[in-house]
């Protein structure tokens, strides 16, 4: 979904832009955001509206976590085979044309030329015009003139100095990776389109736009099909001399301050997981407040020493993970959020009264309070050196893979 949104901002907002360096840096800081956000959650709570309560931190219980490992053909195994499928082709391909260009090079050794950061290699045809990393290959069989060389060399230098071939191959590493995702695909198309604009506009800072244009309208090189390598004719060429010839771009502190708010909201929408603790609160027991006296039955929320699990929250979460289980009907359903689970710790250490104060349905509800309830005993809270009843809450997120 980032990467989605990622991609149309880009084609709202900057598609049609000059800057290409702003371009480039957006779409490869989009492709680096789309994999670090998705781990990153945002819990807001309005605890300072509701008071009563012990609130323990979030629990959050994955379908990878309570799958049963029993069921061989279940659907997941058969999607897992498709991507796998996928990941082999795309990952196979991106290998083979590395070594198609990297066997080029030992029988090349000798029209290697070391220059000025980067090596030239001259050839006869046997790889055309074209640039990877650090070489550039020059196709010497073509017949070019003078200016014609001088245009053709500028636009292959400029993505070797700019490392264009750097980002190629990390987006065709995540192509791999992320194959099933029609975005990655279409950033990749914008990403190497970017190139091409920098390259172009390179080559024209010294040479006129109009003649720059017709030699692209030549065509003169044939095709090269080195998806790895930057080729002079490989972006569409109407779309290179229309952006030559444009006089169209906005300011670029217009781009950001269009983008920043875009992308703040994008984050909250996606990440943030808003609890509206005043639904919570009328599902709670009401209770006397503040407790001057310790009576038997009085129920605590505030103590001097609070209840603890045998072993720590960590042991009592590690059993909470190991025993509850995804229901299978949420799971089709794709129900996903918080459960509130309300639980009283008795002065034996006991964990009753549990139930779900604000659920979501699907069976979560009554999974999440039938294991709470199955759980070893805790030491409980004492108020003036005596052992009482303490009301508090575990609120356990439900999260599909």
């Not at 989009?30 to 994999?35: M, N, R, T």
């Not at 920098?198 to 109009?210: N, S």
């Not at 390598?229 to 502190?253: A, D, E, P, Y």
């Amino acid at each position: 979904m980032y990467l989605a949104c990622f991609y149309l901002l880009y084609q709202i907002l900057l598609v049609r832009d000059k800057h290409f360096r702003f371009n480039r840096t957006f779409l490869l800081s989009g492709i680096f955001l789309s994999l670090t956000l998705p781990a990153l959650t945002i819990d807001i709570t309005s605890q300072s509206t509701f008071e009563g309560y012990i609130m323990l931190p979030v629990l959050t219980i994955t379908e990878a976590q309570t799958e049963s490992v029993g069921f061989i053909l279940e659907w997941w195994h058969i999607i897992g085979f498709i991507y796998l499928a996928g990941f082999v082709f795309y990952l196979s391909r991106l290998l083979w044309q590395m070594a198609h260009i990297i066997e080029k090079l030992p029988l090349l050794n000798a029209s290697r030329e070391k220059k000025n950061g980067y090596t030239l290699v001259t050839t006869n045809g046997e790889i055309p015009t074209c640039s990877f990393f650090k070489y550039l290959f020059w196709d010497k069989s073509v017949n070019l003139t003078s200016e014609e060389k001088k245009q053709v060399f500028e636009h292959e230098l400029a993505h070797i100095r700019q490392w264009h071939s750097a980002d190629v191959l990390l987006v065709e590493l995540l192509r791999s990776a992320f194959w099933f995702n029609p975005a990655i695909h279409l950033i990749k198309t914008r990403i190497t389109e970017v190139h091409e604009y920098l390259a172009d506009h390179q080559a024209t800072r010294q040479i006129a736009v109009e003649d720059y244009s017709k030699l692209l309208t030549l065509q003169i090189f044939r095709s090269f099909d080195f998806a790895l390598s930057n080729n002079f004719h490989k972006s569409q060429i109407v779309k290179r001399i229309r952006m030559l010839k444009s006089t169209h771009g906005k300011s670029i502190w217009l781009n950001v301050a269009l983008l920043i708010p875009v992308l703040a909201l994008l984050i909250t929408v996606l990440s943030c997981n808003v609890t509206d603790m005043e639904d919570v609160k009328d599902r709670i027991e009401p209770f006397d407040s503040p407790i001057t006296e310790i009576e038997p039955n009085e129920i605590f929320t505030k103590v001097e020493n609070q209840p603890a699990p045998e072993g720590g929250m960590a042991e009592f979460y590690h059993y909470i993970q190991n025993n509850l289980k995804y229901p299978i009907e949420a799971k089709q359903a794709g129900i996903e959020g918080v459960v509130y689970i309300q639980f009283i710790v008795d002065p034996d250490g006991s964990l009753t009264k549990v139930q779900a104060v604000k659920g979501i349905g699907g069976g979560c509800d009554e999974e999440a309070a039938r294991v709470v309830a199955n759980s070893p005993k805790w030491q409980p809270g004492t108020e003036k050196g005596k052992a009482v009843n303490v009301r508090m809450i575990l609120p356990i997120t439900f999260k599909l893979d």
